[in-house]
């Protein structure tokens, strides 16, 4: 069974440093994974979505890297601003692709200070 | 651009009461709909998901479930609610399309207190 692990459970920096959030899983065998941003009480924001095939994505100052091979992903964010305070989420979807189920990490709660 | 809506946004509900949680989606046809549960201190947990009008897939066995009668609505339903069916439950969609990467797109959630 396919299991997520993501490290830390929580995170505080000052505002305008650079930060990684580390997502790992046991299992090589991925469809794709994907990074989620949740504010307290919200539902998931879709943030990047990588291929199996692929090795990074980014968005403004997101970055998310995939080595599929070691069984890790991470999140850098650069230039952390207050706004970006709020539980980050990755998730895998192992194949055989079917079932289509998610498997998610309990995530990394990120609090950035002015 | 494509939105989903679920209500109601919170419930409270005595153990033993029926439930049903609607989400519908908009701007997108045959999407693959999604039920999710997160709960207290745990991680989500994909509970139903559905290719189709009329067809549901349970991953988890349990005391709810789910129906989808129109195309873009989907239904979460349970005849007698358990203490511990409290959590966050959130819907999901992502295209239906051979070979598409399948990217889900949640909605805000329902927050189901059971008392």
């Known amino acids: 069974k396919q299991e997520v692990t993501q490290i830390p459970a929580a995170l505080s920096v000052p505002e305008g440093e650079n930060l990684v959030l580390n997502c790992s899983f046991t299992?090589?065998?991925?469809?794709?994974l994907q990074w989620f941003r949740q504010d307290p009480g919200k539902g998931l924001t879709s943030l990047l979505l990588?291929?199996?095939?692929?090795r990074e994505q980014t968005s403004g100052r997101l970055n998310a890297s995939l080595d599929k091979s070691s069984g890790r992903s991470t999140l850098y964010i650069a230039a952390s601003q207050p706004g970006d305070s709020a539980t980050y989420l990755c998730a895998v979807r192992p194949l055989p692709n079917s079932g289509y189920a998610l498997n998610f990490g309990k995530g990394t709660s990120l609090l950035v200070t002015p | 651009s494509q939105t989903i809506h679920q209500w109601p946004a919170t419930l409270v509900q005595p153990v033993g009461s029926p439930l049903s949680l609607e989400c519908t989606v908009e701007?997108?046809?045959?999407?693959?709909l999604y039920w999710y549960r997160q709960a207290a201190g745990r991680g989500l947990q994909l509970l139903f998901y559905s290719v189709g009008i009329g067809q549901i897939s349970s991953e988890v066995p349990q005391n709810l479930s789910a129906s989808r009668p129109q195309d873009r609505q989907f239904i979460l339903s349970s005849k007698k609610l358990l203490l511990s069916d409290s959590g966050f439950y959130l819907c999901?969609?992502?295209?239906?399309?051979?070979?598409?990467?399948?990217?889900?797109?949640f909605g805000p959630g329902t927050r189901l207190t059971v008392l």
């Open positions: 701007g997108t046809s045959n999407p693959n």
């Open positions: 999901a969609w992502s295209v239906r399309l051979a070979g598409a990467n399948n990217e889900q797109f």
């Open positions: 299992d090589s065998a991925i469809y794709n």
């Open positions: 990588i291929q199996s095939s692929q």
